[in-house]
T-cell receptor, first 111, second 115 residues
C-alpha cells in the first residue's frame, strides 16, 4: 500500500539554526498537507500544496512540493524555541486516495 | 466554538474490557476520522465517516468499531481491549474529504493504556 516516509525522525538544533524535514511517498500524490504537533498537543494544520513544483512560504517556514509530486519538504529558517514539536506531512493519492500521514520529524530547539 | 472535543482524556483498561471513546464537533463538518498515534508510526487511520449514518474502514480497523448516528458525533468502540491498543487516539473532522483544500481539525486526544 501507499507509504509516506519522513526524514529525519529527530533533529536537535541550536536556536537560530535552520531546519529541514523531508517527506517521500511511494506513489504520486494529488496534494500534500503539513501539520505541526506541539509536545502533548494535537496536530494542527499548517498548509496544503497541490501543484507540481509549488513553493509556499509562511514567515520563516518554506514548503515545497516536488516536480514529480512524490516528495515534499519543510524548511524553517532561524529556528526559535516556539518551533519545537513534531512536523507531519500527509499525502493524498494512490489507489485508495486517502490521506496518509508520514512518520513525523521531532524538532528540538536548544536556546 | 469548541471545535473538536474528545472524552475521556485518559483511561486505563484491563485486557478484555470494553469502552467507547466519544468525539464531538460543532463545525457542521461532514467528514470525521479516528486515528491512533504510536511512537515512530505517525498517525494511522482506524475508521472514518463521510456523513451521518455512514462509516468505512481505514488502515488499521481490526479490534475497533465505530458509529455515526448524529452528524456531530463519532464514536469509537473497543469491544475487548488488548495491550496492543495502548495508544493515543485522535478524532478529526473536515468540511470536505481528505485534501480537497480543507484541512482536518483534530481533537485533544485520548490517552488509553491497556494492561
Amino acid at each position: 500500500g501507499q507509504q509516506v516516509m519522513q526524514i529525519p525522525q529527530y533533529q536537535h538544533v541550536q536556536e537560530g539554526e535552520d531546519f529541514t524535514t523531508y517527506c517521500n511517498s511511494s506513489t504520486t500524490l494529488s496534494n500534500i498537507q503539513w501539520y505541526k504537533q506541539r509536545p502533548g498537543g494535537h496536530p494542527v494544520f499548517l498548509i496544503q500544496l497541490v501543484k507540481s513544483g509549488e513553493v509556499k512560504k509562511q514567515k520563516r517556514l518554506t514548503f515545497q512540493f516536488g516536480e514529480a509530486k512524490k516528495n515534499s519538504s519543510l524548511h524553517i529558517t532561524a529556528t526559535q524555541t516556539t518551533d519545537v514539536g513534531t512536523y507531519f506531512c500527509a499525502g493524498q493519492g494512490g489507489a485508495t486516495n486517502k490521506l496518509i500521514f508520514g512518520t513525523g520529524t521531532l524538532l528540538a530547539v536548544q536556546p | 466554538n469548541a471545535g473538536v472535543t474528545q472524552t475521556p482524556k485518559f483511561r486505563v483498561l484491563k485486557t478484555g474490557q470494553s469502552m467507547t471513546l466519544l468525539c464531538a464537533q460543532d463545525m457542521n463538518h461532514e467528514y470525521m476520522y479516528w486515528y491512533r498515534q504510536d511512537p515512530g508510526m505517525g498517525l494511522r487511520l482506524i475508521h472514518y465517516s463521510v456523513g451521518e449514518g455512514t462509516t468505512a474502514k481505514g488502515e488499521v480497523p481490526d479490534g475497533y468499531n465505530v458509529s455515526r448516528l448524529k452528524k456531530q458525533n463519532f464514536l469509537l468502540g473497543l469491544e475487548s481491549a488488548a495491550p496492543s491498543q495502548t495508544s493515543v487516539y485522535f478524532c478529526a473532522s473536515s468540511y470536505s474529504p481528505w485534501g480537497n483544500s480543507y484541512e482536518q481539525y483534530f481533537g485533544p486526544g485520548t490517552r488509553l493504556t491497556v494492561t
